[in-house]
């Protein structure tokens, strides 16, 4: 429960809500490196903390996380610039089972600020991708300039992977596709047998792509998903993401759609 203290060393604006930080220990115990899909839990002094996930993986001690600016902790951490410190905590959670995919076709789906948490496994695909048959990137937003990390597209679309672009809403210079992501599943020409599939996104978003999955034959248990309920202390102590026998921040926050099929029809409170 007690934070270890980072400092900025580079902060970028991703979109006008959005920037990522970079971050290096200032203690002689910095963090372990987090895995693809886990988060920490970045502290704001004299605010709070909340839970963050690692949108990189670095090399050494440094982490990177991208942060949107919606309640009073992140707007705290958005008016820090290079040099201020946080804390954090972590890491924690149940990382993507990039595992599932070795071997298979692998489909990675994100919209919105949700391309943060599986920003990773596109750069472990990137930088692996003879461990996998296929691998296709669907993202989404609701307009071209809150797409996440655009000087990264070029790169991602390369080394045989496939890059598909949506957004809900676009001017007449979008050269790409305009639609809801689930609308979108047919074009891939998915074989459902070799398809493992790992979504991130608004909660309704996930289960209607989920579901378009399943329709096209992919198996439930082969469908990984992030939720991230009302995560507060990350280690199950307070209950606050309880939901059924699920402590979202300790048991997941990634699951199978076979585990989460019945608690994503269900409304949040």
């Known amino acids: 429960m007690i934070p270890e203290i980072y400092s900025i060393k580079n902060k970028k604006w991703e979109t006008e809500q959005t920037f990522t930080f970079t971050l290096t220990p200032k203690s002689s115990k910095p963090l372990r490196q987090p895995q693809p899909g886990q ?14 996930s690692v949108s990189g993986i670095s090399q050494g001690a440094e982490l990177i996380h991208t942060i ?4 009073d902790v992140t707007r705290a951490l958005s008016k820090l610039d290079v040099g201020g410190v946080v804390g954090l905590r972590g890491p924690f959670g149940k990382p ?12 990675i789906i994100a919209g919105g600020v949700a391309l943060a948490p599986v920003r990773p496994v596109i750069e472990y695909a990137r930088s692996h991708r003879a461990e996998f048959r296929r691998v296709v990137l669907l993202l989404g937003s609701r307009t071209p300039e809150d797409l996440l990390f655009r000087d990264e597209f070029e790169g991602w679309g390369q080394n045989e992977m496939e890059l598909h672009l949506t957004v809900d809403i ?6 790409h596709h305009v639609g809801l992501i689930p609308s979108l599943l047919p074009i891939l020409n998915l074989d459902p047998r070799e398809t493992r599939a790992m979504v991130c996104g608004p909660e309704i978003m996930m289960q209607m792509t989920a579901l378009g999955l399943v329709q096209l034959g992919v198996e439930k248990n082969n469908i990984a998903l992030s939720m991230e309920r009302n995560m507060k202390c990350a280690i199950g102590l307070c209950g606050h993401c309880q939901y059924g026998p699920h402590f979202l921040c300790k048991d997941g926050p990634v699951y199978r759609f ?8 269900t409304r949040e409170l």
């Open 258 to 265: 076979s585990e989460m099929e019945l608690s994503l029809a």
């Open 39 to 52: 988060f920490n839990m970045l502290y704001a002094f004299g605010v709070g903390e909340a839970p963050i």
């Open 68 to 71: 949107r600016n919606v309640g």
């Open 170 to 175: 676009a001017g007449p210079t979008w050269g």
């Open 96 to 107: 993507w089972p990039i595992e599932m995919a070795r071997g298979k076709d692998l489909v």
